[in-house]
């Protein structure tokens, strides 16, 4: 069993940055994969990057196109966290910013794939 709690949420003006973590418990984390994911008000969730497991000597990660560049995950599995780098931040990424353990230490973007999930994270971007 996995449970995480993501903070670091909050106010942040265009072109600032911000950086959420996700805190996680399990033993097993450390061989996941672990996604962020946002949704904002009338919208469907979305996928924004995601780590892999520990594959070769290093995790790989992937993005969305939207946040591609602005955007990194990163982890430290000896503290059992996860880092979302939120930087040249946009008012389209106003949402609740949710992270999530994969079954595998496969990377994926597919929500499907995600299998424990925290409660979420406010993130508002000011024009």
């Known amino acids: 069993q996995v449970q995480l709690v993501e903070s670091g949420g909050g106010l942040v003006q265009a072109g600032g940055s911000l950086i959420l973590s996700c805190a996680a418990s399990g033993r097993t984390f450390r061989t996941l994969a672990v996604g962020w994911f946002r949704q904002a008000p009338g919208n469907e969730r979305e996928f924004v990057g995601a780590?892999?497991?520990?594959?070769?000597?290093?995790?790989?990660?992937t993005y969305a196109d939207s946040v591609k560049g602005r955007f990194t995950v990163s982890r430290d599995n000896a503290k059992n966290m996860v880092y979302l780098e939120m930087r040249i931040a946009k008012p389209q990424d106003t949402a609740v910013y949710y992270c999530a353990a994969a079954r595998s230490g496969t990377l994926t973007a597919s929500g499907n794939d995600y299998t424990y999930w925290g409660q979420g994270t406010q993130v508002t971007v000011s024009s």
């Open positions: 780590v892999s497991g520990p594959m070769n000597w290093e995790p790989i990660t």
